[in-house]
């Protein structure tokens, strides 16, 4: 099977729509949790702890100079950045939970009761028939 063949086999059977959907809910659910973190959760987080803007966190390696910005190391970009990972993979995990309950309630559910087999049916009859026999 030729590698066009196979492509388009791969893409017609729907997992590249499905990859892409993924990726593109993804890239907004980032987008939505780093405002989360950095609109809503930081501001508060840095005036309780004093006043602190975390994205002004860093450590100056080298000052700048006429010529050249300052070398720094943005720790606190890395901190938001850590806020926003965990805040991602929580909602991920309570996403993950809400669909494994709802797997796991409708495996519980009670199967619709088979139909009786031949001897059951047999056995039945010969029941009625000895009720009617009998009256």
Same mark, same amino acid.
């Given at each position: 099977?030729? !590698?066009? @063949?196979?492509?388009?086999?791969? =893409? %017609?059977?729907?997992? !590249?729509?499905?990859?892409?959907?993924?990726?593109?809910?993804?890239?907004?659910? *980032?987008?939505?949790?780093?405002?989360?973190? &950095?609109?809503?959760? !930081?501001? $508060?987080?840095?005036?309780?702890?004093?006043?602190? &803007?975390? &994205?002004? #966190?860093?450590? %100056?390696?080298?000052? =700048?100079?006429?010529?050249?910005?300052?070398?720094?190391? *943005?720790?606190?970009?890395?901190?938001?950045?850590? +806020?926003?990972?965990? +805040?991602?993979?929580?909602?991920?995990?309570?996403? %993950?939970?809400?669909? &494994?309950?709802?797997?796991?309630?409708?495996?519980?559910?009670?199967?619709? $009761?088979?139909? $009786?087999?031949?001897?059951?049916?047999? #056995?039945?009859?010969?029941?009625?028939?000895?009720?009617?026999? @009998?009256?």
């Amino acid at each position: 099977m030729s !590698m066009i @063949s196979e492509f388009k086999e791969f =893409a %017609v059977k729907g997992n !590249m729509v499905d990859m892409a959907v993924g990726i593109i809910i993804g890239a907004a659910f *980032g987008k939505v949790v780093a405002s989360l973190v &950095n609109d809503i959760i !930081m501001p $508060p987080l840095g005036l309780l702890i004093g006043g602190v &803007n975390f &994205n002004e #966190l860093a450590v %100056v390696l080298q000052e =700048a100079t006429a010529d050249a910005a300052a070398v720094t190391i *943005g720790y606190g970009a890395f901190i938001q950045t850590i +806020i926003d990972f965990l +805040i991602i993979a929580l909602a991920i995990f309570f996403a %993950v939970k809400v669909i &494994n309950s709802m797997k796991r309630k409708e495996e519980e559910k009670p199967a619709a $009761p088979a139909a $009786p087999g031949e001897e059951v049916v047999l #056995l039945r009859e010969i029941r009625d028939e000895l009720k009617r026999d @009998s009256v």
